[in-house]
């Protein structure tokens, strides 16, 4: 079992539908990042969460620590969201300086918004 | 403000050559990170430097790969005698670093646009 799992794998929606991308884990973090990975291949960090909720434009993020779940939600989709989102954690470390940017990834929602 | 550069974009390299993969920070970070994606898989953290020390290489290959981050000039991803399990695409983020603790779990990563490693 991957210590990342994220739901769905694909996704298809149309052009305004609520969109929710789940991110399950198994380890302790010291923090969760999502991420957007463009069809040309290019990677956007989306949000940087350790506790609660964070909320820019149309998306928003939250994370519940005691379940290791983790949701990222699009309002109002568009065409131009479609892109894989990746979910990634980064495992907890008493030597911070060897946990940093060692980030463990999951496999990624593929995300298709239709007009 | 240029963002995290990557070059080259695209490199072909035959069975048994060396490949040089190149990664120029974001103006003002001084922490670097390679990322591996295979075709079909995720992104796997390979290696973790600061200017001229490697701090965490857990995910690096224990052979015919190495990384540096010199005092002057961009980090180089170094594949020796690449094979063609390498063909990859190789992804680096620059942190801006920080000596407190919270502020450097706290540092957001900035992606490159990555290097597609082909070997034929």
Same mark, same amino acid.
């Given at each position: ?8 794998q694909?996704?298809?929606?149309q ?20 991420l ?6 290019g ?48 495992q ?10 060692n ?13 | %403000?240029?963002?995290?550069?990557? %070059?080259?974009?695209h ?36 290696v973790?430097?600061?200017? #001229? %020390? ?52 706290? #540092? ?13």
């Amino acid at each position: 079992k991957n210590e990342v799992e994220q739901s769905p794998q694909n996704l298809t929606a149309q052009e305004g539908e609520f969109i929710t991308i789940n991110c399950s884990y198994s380890v302790g973090i010291s923090a969760l990042h999502w991420l957007q990975q463009h069809p040309g291949g290019g990677i956007v960090s989306l949000f940087m969460l350790s506790s609660g909720k964070k909320k820019h434009g149309r998306l928003i993020a939250t994370i519940n620590i005691q379940e290791k779940h983790s949701s990222l939600h699009i309002t109002a989709s568009h065409p131009r969201d479609s892109a894989v989102y990746i979910c990634a954690v980064r495992q907890y470390s008493v030597n911070y300086g060897g946990s940093q940017g060692n980030l463990i990834f999951g496999k990624g929602t593929k995300l298709s918004v239709k007009p | %403000n240029a963002g995290v550069m990557q %070059n080259p974009r695209h490199l072909v390299r035959r069975r048994g050559q060396e490949a040089r993969l190149r990664c120029s920070p974001m103006k003002g970070h001084s922490h670097v990170y390679w990322y591996r994606q295979l075709p079909e898989e995720g992104l796997k953290f390979m290696v973790y430097l600061q200017k #001229e %020390n490697i701090i965490d290489e857990s995910g690096m290959p224990k052979e015919r790969f190495s990384a540096e981050f010199p005092k002057e000039g961009p980090s180089i991803l170094r594949i020796q005698q690449v094979v063609r399990g390498d063909s990859a695409a190789y992804f680096c983020a620059s942190s801006r670093g920080s000596r407190d603790r919270d502020l450097l779990i706290g #540092e957001k990563l900035f992606f490159g646009s990555g290097t597609q490693l082909s070997v034929l």
